[in-house]
């Protein structure tokens, strides 16, 4: 097992990407469906979003009845548009925000569509006349002076916009780009001008009958949600995405992480919520994903089926070894990657041919340590320091009892006994430094219920009724249902082997 490997675990930089991605799910099936208009592509981190974008661009990209135009800017694109001199005069400017901000993403779009159309030389005209829809392309590529500029960012493209504009309305003057003896005014308006008749008149033209995808992904680096300009500058994409999605032959697809949606302040949200592709998996799509990354990667022996990976003789347990492992993930992909590679690391440290449910648990220490600081840094600037919040809570829950099977009332207990550990503690205290915030969610008569909404959501615990089989977490059901008394709850099993040795205290409250 030891030169085993199972690729990048983010599917979208592996070239190999093609010979293992499962199309047969609900989410790829969507996504790929021109008629359908969820363009809001929602999952959390590791789920497969990008993957699905990477896919779809790999199948059609090179099919002359599809243009496909992938937008994804580099790390703190947003950082950087919003840092410039030209942003801060223009977003000053009373009124123009929307304007603003939808032209941004209007001329955005029509650029990378014309360059995937053109190449970044435009229509070309070496020995003969451009005419039509050719020549419209030309005349606006050439008029907002994206002609021949090759590995633009699309942090470049949209400062050298903000660039192009600096607008004066009434008694502001703002400078004219590069001519500045043109009228400023005009300069700006025909600028505005051109791109909205382009994209009225010639830029659908151009476009033709292809099949158009609009691609967007990595639209988060740098994100945060605390920032007025990122929110305006992130949110005015959905607003213009609004006149893409009914098109005929176009399927505008931002992908998006769950907890990027939770901290963006977009104006009714529930217009949007008919337009959100959800990305959910099975433990069947789980295993065959994982079996085809095998079968990709294997070196030293052929692989037909999971019995040819993991030793499925032993009756000690119920699951098999990745039954086991599937149980302690989020069903995302990411994760039960994560736990595979740390089984077979264990399986090499013995040297066995298979990986054994020995294996698999002697992983899971490990594996549920770099899952819990990954659920943290996946919703940092939402809950800070959400790893040590989780330790505290599954250590309070083992001290007074187990991790399964908790009343509503005993789950009400751990989380006050978390709360005062928390508020009580003298400072300073690195541990319960960063997770203050825990108290903002107890009202005055310490009622849980939003901190349980939020546990839940977040993948924390899960729950079920005195009649349910099986706990449900939110991976299956996005919203907690009402709770009563035949109501238990359970920290995901993810946690069970989490060590919280970090954290020293007594069985007994510190208040008692």
Partial sequence: MLNISLGDFSAENDLNLSEYFVEDTPAYRASEDINDDRYIL????????????????????????????????????????????????LKTIKGLEKILFKLIWQYVIMIEVLREKYGHNGPARKLKLLIG???????????????????????????????????????ISVSAGKDA????????????????????????????????????????????????????????????????????????????????????????????????????????????????????????????????????????????????????????????????????????????????????????????????????????????????????????AKNTGNLEDISPKKLKEILIEAKERILTTPEPNHFYENIKWLGSYFPDDNSPGEIVNRLFKLGIIGYKQLSDSRYIFSYELDKLPDIDESTYFTFHPMFEKLSTSELAFGDRNPWE
């Avoid at 800017?73 to 840092?83: F, G």
């Avoid at 050719?134 to 960012?153: C, G, I, P, W």
């Avoid at 639209?219 to 213009?240: R, T, Y």
């Fill in 42 to 89: 929602l999952g959390r981190t590791g789920s497969g979003k990008s993957a699905i974008l990477s896919h779809i661009n790999s199948k059609f990209r090179d099919n002359s009845n599809y243009i496909c135009a992938f937008i994804r800017p580099e790390k703190s694109y947003l950082e950087a548009i919003i840092q410039t001199d030209e942003f801060f005069e």
């Fill in 133 to 171: 829809n050719d020549l419209k392309a030309y005349k606006f590529l050439n008029k907002v002076n994206q002609l021949s500029r090759e590995n633009q960012t699309l942090a470049d493209v949209i400062i050298n916009l903000l660039k192009e504009i600096k607008i004066q309305i009434k008694d």
């Fill in 181 to 396: 003896r043109s009228s400023s005014y005009e300069v700006t308006h025909g600028l505005i001008k051109e791109t909205e008749s382009f994209h009225k008149n010639g830029f659908w033209d151009v476009v033709g009958g292809a099949k158009l995808y609009l691609l967007f992904d990595d639209l988060d680096l740098g994100w945060n949600p605390e920032d007025e300009n990122q929110q305006l500058l992130l949110g005015s994409l959905f607003m213009v995405m609004k006149d893409y999605v009914y098109r005929e032959r176009v399927k505008p697809l931002i992908a998006l992480r769950t907890n990027i949606l939770e901290g963006l302040d977009l104006p009714q949200r529930e217009k949007f919520d008919n337009n959100i592709l959800r990305i959910s998996w099975t433990k069947p799509k789980l295993e065959t994903m994982l079996l085809l990354r095998f079968i990709r990667y294997s070196t030293t022996r052929k692989i037909e089926g999971m019995s040819d990976i993991f030793d499925l003789s032993s009756q000690e347990n119920i699951n098999s070894p990745v039954d086991y492992m599937i149980k302690r993930t989020l069903y995302r992909p990411r994760d039960l990657l994560a736990f595979c590679m740390h089984a077979i690391e264990e399986t090499s440290k013995i040297g066995c041919g298979k990986i054994t449910i020995k294996n698999v648990v002697d992983a899971e220490s490990q594996y549920s340590l770099n899952r819990t600081q990954a659920l943290a840094d996946e919703w940092k600037y939402l809950y800070p320091d959400l790893d040590s919040l989780v330790k505290l809570l599954i250590k309070i």
